[in-house]
């Protein structure tokens, strides 16, 4: 397999780059201004399609031969793409099986990207073609350091309901159960009558009646990820024909839920990942730091590259806000400090047209003359400093139980509250772990937990037997576990375990549950302590009637349905302790102070007395300080060289409001 690294040396730093909707005299502007910013990488070629193949078999790679040859000359290497998420307008017309379907059976139009089936066998052959034609020009260029295939898979054809993608569909149920008795055993088709005779029989999960087989919707979610992982494999193929330099392509985590990214890691050699800032919220760079850690562990704990985030604002978010000053420079090295050896944005140049002309850049549309390239630049000269933590690994003691296929499942319809959503939990329980200043990786409910002292599980609803059990044994072993209510209810089908719930967890947390109480819209219930810890704790969403089975209380409802009732509870067991929390603690008065009250029992350090509005991580060698408050903050206990400023810390550090401070032991 090629491999990392992409670049000789440094971190990458630069963006997509589009010159094909500028005059040629703006290329040598943009060269001269990447040159002075520190640009080493940019992305190119992305939407290419149309204009290196403008009909089908006739190729024209004079635009990109003077393109490539510019950037070398500047010293700028390429990471190109191969343009097939956005196939030209005579592909749609003269292959009109191609077009993508919805779930009510409509034909969407064109005039966009992504509008295409991944299942499509005119598409497979039309992009093989042109990705052997590019990788064949291309593989010998001097400024090639790596292949980008695609374009955010999954973005807007993430499932397609043609004709063929149903055929595409049955093909796969066969392959996955052999026969169709297997199928009906899985998916429980004895429910309502609903059992297949043959395969033939089977139609993906189109618009219904409401109460659709959920095991249906689940395996063609699984499929769907199939069905692009196959268009990825079949261009990285066609491209190691030619060349040995590292292929990836971009993911969208955490915010594609329908892409399963463990299913995708071992598909790249590098995982990269396009992130952008969710202005909406009160605290952002919370959600961003769980998106780079979520990254960081899809790619094994490796180095990965931030392919696109934003200068400034975006153009799609219901009010696209500005970053604040200094929140671009926070938001970049912030990815950096949890794993990335590249810091990319969308995009170099602002476009005048088409939907993204109100995207920022890093050369605005007010130009070089702009706080935003001002700011463009001196990060630049941040990175250069930090060269030497490429390759650094970040580690940590807890882990955070991430499945996409529990996203999917969960939110289904017809669950027992309508207020059940995967990430809400995820991220209070992120949330929680970060205020406390603890670095956290990710992990599959299969992985190896043996790394970490605590695992938390939020947001199991889905939990095979295996994994279950896999749980189990970290505890035994001496590992501590953290887990949120509604979680191990079903298997892979979406099948209740047998038993009192939590099914699978059972056994490992000490309790039964004999009935969910989901709680009222914005109905609340107090908690009182029946050990140590916090006693005025609120939930919100969700109460059940908690039955002792080898666990002890550490909480009680105070009222509510469950009132005198279990509500947080500890089971000792082998060497380690495995935690359940019934209700959605409030994230003020209940679930910091909990999560406090665990990380302490399961021995996990970390440092006390700093405000929760600084970040801190360690990669290698690295100290990070982010301080994300409109006052200073010193930390002490800090001694090492200041990588970004030069000074030399002796003992404490004091980190500017809205500053970044790295110091280097």
Known sequence: ??????????????????????????????????????????????????????????????????????????????????????????????????????????????????????????????????????????????????????????????????????????????????????????????????????????????????????????DFMRFSVDAHIACFRRERETIRRFSDLPVTTNFMIPNCKPMDYWRWAAEVDVVANDHYLDSGRADPHIELAMAADLTRSVAGGRPWMLMEHSTGAVNWQPRNLAKRPGEMRRNTLAHVARGSDSAMFFQWRASRYGAEKFHSAMVPHAGADSQIWRDVVALGADLRRLAGVRGARVTADVAVVWDWESYWALELEWRPSADLRFRERVEAYYEALWREHVTVDFVHPSADLSPYRLVVAPSSYLLGEAPAKNLHRHVEAGGHLLVSYFSGIVDENDTIHPGPYPGALREVLGVAVEEFHPLREHETVTLSSSGTGPSSATGRIWSERVRLAGARAVHEFADGPDAGHPAVTRHDLGAGSAWYVSTALDAESGLRGLVAEVLDHAGVSRPHGLPDTLELVRRGDHLFLINHADAPVTVDGVTGSGVLDGAAYDGSATVPAGGVVVVRR
């Not at 077009?99 to 093989?128: K, M, N, Q, T, W």
């Open 1 to 218: 397999m090629p491999g990392y690294p992409v670049l000789p040396e440094g971190l990458a730093y630069g963006g997509d780059y589009n010159p094909e909707q500028w005059p040629e005299e703006v290329w040598r502007e943009d060269v001269r201004l990447m040159r002075e910013a520190g640009v080493n990488l940019v992305t190119l070629g992305v939407f290419n399609w149309g204009l290196i193949e403008p009909r089908e078999g006739e190729y024209d790679f004079s635009r990109l031969d003077r393109i490539l040859d510019l950037l070398h000359s500047a010293g700028v290497y390429a990471d190109l793409a191969t343009p097939t998420s956005s196939p030209p307008t005579w592909f749609r017309r003269r292959y009109p099986g191609s077009r993508l379907v919805d779930r009510e059976g409509r034909v969407l139009g064109g005039g966009s990207r992504h509008s295409f089936c991944p299942s499509s066998p005119d598409y497979a052959a039309a992009s093989e073609r042109v990705v052997a034609a590019l990788a064949a020009r291309y593989a010998g260029h001097p400024a090639l350091a790596m292949w980008h295939v695609h374009n955010e898979y999954g973005w807007a054809n993430a499932h397609c309901y043609c004709p063929t993608s149903a055929e595409a569909f049955r093909a796969w149920l066969r392959d996955r159960y052999g026969d169709v008795g297997a199928l009906n055993a899985a998916w429980g088709t004895t429910f309502w009558g609903l059992t297949y005779g043959s395969f033939e029989e089977v139609e993906p999960p189109v618009v219904a009646p409401v109460g659709l087989l959920t095991g249906l919707q689940l």
